[in-house]
């Protein structure tokens, strides 16, 4: 038996008509004149694509085809049914494709993926788009540099405090020096830990 594949499918499953003893004819395209120059020796199609409405006349050895997702309405019914074709399909194999493809589909159009990739796709490749994309580039490449000097400043802030609670000198490598104005009474947040880089100001 001779087997058209109209549409590309998995290599596992080539092999495994292969090993049923098929011989399995890949389509190189699916347009419709090579669909039906290839038809015209295959006893059975495996499509995924609209067949031709003239497709059993132009493949009269066919058989049998099949579909390999949900629905018939890829095979012309009519012309089957009156070249007594049979016609099979595959409902609820591909469901998570198609859950996946919703779900996807949804998220682009919540963000608006759709216009930025079509603005990206005929935007210029000259100097001025180069330059557009290495600020972009910068733009966020600055963004980390910033957050780490925001939460270094912020950490400095709370050794200055914390060291004006107890009247110590807060000094840190790379940063600025923070010295409260001395206090004569020690106070209970400093550690007594003789280890503790927090002394009390005399």
Excluded: Q
Excluded at 48 to 58: E, G, Q, T, V, W
Excluded at 79 to 108: F, I, K, Q, T, W
Excluded at 132 to 144: I, K, L, S
Excluded at 161 to 181: D, E, V
């Amino acid at each position: 038996m001779r087997i058209l594949l109209v549409d590309p499918i998995d290599r596992s499953g080539e092999a495994l008509l292969a090993e049923r003893g098929a011989e399995v004819i890949a389509a190189p395209d699916g347009s419709a004149p090579t669909v039906r120059r290839l038809a015209r020796t295959a006893d059975a199609l495996i499509t995924r694509s609209k067949l031709p409405d003239d497709i059993f006349d132009a493949a009269p050895n066919v058989c049998a085809v099949t579909i390999h997702g949900t629905g018939t309405d890829l095979v012309p019914l009519a012309a089957a049914d009156a070249h007594a074709v049979a016609v099979a399909n595959l409902p609820g194999e591909n469901a998570r494709s198609v859950a996946e493809y919703c779900a996807m589909a949804m998220l682009m159009l919540a963000r608006g993926i759709v216009p930025i990739i079509e603005r990206d796709a005929h935007a210029p490749v000259g100097r001025g788009a180069r330059a557009r994309r290495r600020r972009a580039r910068n733009r966020r490449d600055d963004r980390r540099p910033r957050r780490r000097r925001r939460d270094r400043f912020a950490a400095c802030a709370y050794l200055s405090a914390t060291a004006s609670a107890c009247g110590c000198s807060a000094t840190g490598a790379g940063s600025t020096a923070f010295r409260p104005k001395p206090s004569r009474r020690r106070s209970s947040a400093c550690s007594p830990n003789p280890a503790s880089s927090c002394s009390p100001a005399r």
